[in-house]
């Protein structure tokens, strides 16, 4: 067996720190005492700490205090853990810029910062579990890391598994039809399959975040694990994971990273906002008026003009889609795409200026996160009249879906055959994902209405009619003026337009009451017995009917169909709504609302609580169920269960072919 520096210091009768010290004198700084060493380094390490036993030993010099270990952790802002470690092996972090003191009291200098890095991106590539998502291997360089990962696991004969879903598979190697940019990663797929080298998971692309954190529950907390790709759900439950176990010494902490444009992994909690915060931002100084055009608002079968490298390119309106009081919406590029062509009386400087700056910030919103971006009809290029007017934009088509306003209490069932509760759990997940994303880009959309959120068969959600969101640049913030008056905030259910400056808790406060329309399903938040003259006080004042904890509900809706739903709900989303809903609850306010990204974690939750909730109640899981619950949910805590090689893919794989251990599929 290999030895390693711990057991190399122990042959020759050295302490570690007298070890690591002779290895520091001689420009080695070791990052993992546990590590087995291949024969090049056995060989020479034994040699320094022979040289060490034979010389006479001078009056030691003081050492810096240890390092914490991984039992002794510590918390970041972020991420709660002193450094991306293996927490397994005993790694031990060091400064990329200290100098070490040698037994001789000279000093060395440390590995280049490059060397560090690189050397830290191996030991999270020597994990157990190494778990791609749909956003990692639409990059690129994800074929670098695969590779990689691979050619770690081979020199340092780590049991690392490979962990990907089936459908991103499938979606990645469809993908790679029209986009040669990924070639590369669908060949590294395919070579996987082929020596059977991944572990697939079942599920689809829409739950893919329950798929993986299901694997997930399924592995030993003692097992090292690391997702690559952001996916908002999943993170979501990762946090909680981490958060609830993280007193408990023989759990090691999952890590999240991303893959940077070169290849490296980064940690994506640090990851780029595409627009400034409004919320200290002037007005900007454009006209809200009609613009006069000189040159026509073309139809349907006219030409448009797009931007290029050699000039204005034509493009033909097609069949027409759809139109409202602001615009009309065509085919566009043999119906792959589609254009909003903005009415003379909505062709204003500040809608134009504002369209312009987003579509500047497609390609950046697009690398922070393509999957999401996938499901947004964000404003992609500009479109012009002959007279090189800008009239309107090109946008993402959505074929094969259905507008959330067509489901109702009677139509979910049709549209969704054989709905159960999971379904509408997904639901709410993919659409609070969305939402978020576009929250932590500083993007208020505004305009959240039943008719801009889509569904696919397989309950993935896109969002359309992105131009009313407000946003900013690093002088002015651009506003929105529309929106449903029924979903005005109680802070500006009396208002008689939408002039007001937007904030992101005027949007949360219409996701909570979509997701609450989504659950129930199509359920009132607001559907209480009590009548007013103005229905607006029903909001202004918080008159939520439903039951929470030790809270009843009103008589008058006891023994409903809404009032039993409610009853499955867990206890931390039947509170949740009260608070955010009722008057007198703590997030009913502007100031005190929760957060998008606090509704997505709720509902991933109770996305990962609900099994358990049907094993005790069967009737949780219905759709509509026919009883009340038999007793009291629990409230689903998450806790519940080599060196470097520059060797091309296919002769890694090679080589693994009988190296079986941990590649098993599940």
């Known amino acids: ?68 270990t991984p039992t002794q952790r510590t918390e970041d802002s972020q991420q709660h853990s002193t450094s991306d470690r293996t927490q397994h092996t005993g790694y031990h972090k060091q400064s990329e810029t200290t100098k070490s003191v040698s037994r001789t009291g000279s000093r060395t200098s440390s590995r280049t910062s490059h060397q560090d890095a690189d050397e830290r991106q191996k030991q999270l590539l020597s994990r157990d579990y190494i778990i791609f998502t749909h956003m990692a291997l639409r990059k690129p360089v994800a074929a670098d890391i695969i590779t990689e990962a691979l050619g770690v696991k081979i020199t340092r004969k780590t049991n690392t598994t490979l962990v990907v879903c089936a459908e991103t598979v499938e979606f990645v190697m469809e993908a790679a039809k029209t986009d040669s940019s990924i070639k590369r990663v669908a060949d590294a797929l395919e070579s996987l399959r082929k020596y059977n080298m991944f572990t697939i998971l079942p599920g689809k692309i829409s739950e893919e975040n329950h798929a993986i954190s299901t694997f997930i529950k399924g592995r030993n907390l003692s097992d090292s694990i690391i997702v690559i790709g952001i996916n908002r759900g999943l993170s979501t439950f990762i946090y909680s994971r981490n958060k609830a176990n993280e007193n408990d010494h023989q759990y090691i902490r999952i890590f999240e990273r991303d893959i940077t444009a070169k290849g490296h992994l980064a940690n994506p909690r640090n990851q780029m906002v595409a627009f400034a915060n409004p919320d200290d931002k002037a007005k900007a100084p454009l006209s809200d008026s009609p613009k006069y055009l000189e040159g026509e608002i073309p ?92 009239i309107g934009y090109i946008m993402k088509l959505f074929k094969d879906t259905t507008a959330f306003s067509e489901f109702a209490y009677d139509t979910f069932e049709e549209i969704i055959p054989g709905i159960e509760k999971k379904h509408q759990v997904t639901m709410a997940v993919n659409f609070a994902e969305l939402i978020d994303f576009m929250h932590h880009n500083n993007v208020i959309l505004c305009d959240i209405n039943r008719d801009n959120i889509l569904y696919d068969k397989d309950l993935v959600a896109y969002l359309v009619d992105l131009d009313s969101a407000q946003i900013a640049d690093d002088k002015w913030y651009y506003p929105s003026n529309v929106g ?17 400056r937007r904030k992101k808790a005027d949007d949360v406060w219409i996701m909570q009451m979509l997701i609450f329309h989504m659950l129930t399903p199509d359920g009132d938040p607001y559907a209480g017995s009590r009548d007013f003259d103005d229905e607006r006080d029903i909001i202004a004042k918080g008159y939520y009917p439903y039951q929470a904890g030790n809270i009843g509900a009103e008589d008058q809706i006891k023994g409903s169909i809404w009032h039993m739903i409610v009853s499955h ?40 609580a609900l099994p358990g909730i049907v094993k005790v109640n069967p ?23 080599a060196g470097d090689s520059d060797m091309e893919l296919e002769d890694i794989l090679e080589q693994l072919k009988n190296f079986n251990q941990g590649w098993n599929n599940v």
């Open 1 to 68: 067996m290999s030895e390693t520096v711990k057991s190399l210091a122990n042959m020759y009768g050295l302490t570690l720190d007298e070890a690591l010290a002779a290895l520091e004198a001689n420009n080695i700084l070791i990052l993992s005492t546990d590590l087995q060493l291949d024969q090049v380094k056995t060989l020479k390490y034994s040699k320094i700490f022979a040289d060490i036993k034979s010389t006479p030993k001078p009056k030691p010099t003081p050492r810096p205090a240890p390092k914490p």
């Open 299 to 390: 139809v349907s079968g006219q030409y448009v003009f797009m931007k290029s490298k050699n000039g204005y390119e034509p493009v033909l309106l097609e069949n027409e889609l759809g139109h409202g009081g602001e615009a009309n919406v065509y085919k566009v590029f043999s119906g792959t795409k589609c254009a909003k062509i903005f009415k003379n009386e909505s062709n204003s400087e500040l809608k134009m200026q504002k369209v312009t700056i987003m579509c500047s910030k497609y390609g950046l919103l697009r690398m922070i996160d393509t999957p999401i971006m996938e499901r947004i009809a964000w404003p992609e290029k500009m479109l012009y009249n002959e007279k090189s007017e800008p």
């Open 484 to 500: 449903i008056p029924e979903f005005r905030s109680p802070e500006h259910i009396y208002d008689d337009d939408f002039s007001f």
């Open 569 to 608: 709900f867990p206890k931390f989303l039947k509170e949740l709504f009260w608070n955010s809903f009722h008057g007198n609850g703590k997030y009913f306010h502007e100031e005190t609302r929760r957060s998008s990204l606090d509704w997505l974690r709720t509902i991933v939750r109770y996305q990962e």
């Open 619 to 641: 009737e949780s899981g219905k759709y509509l169920p026919e009883s009340y619950p038999k007793q009291v949910q629990s409230k689903g805590n998450v806790k519940i269960n």
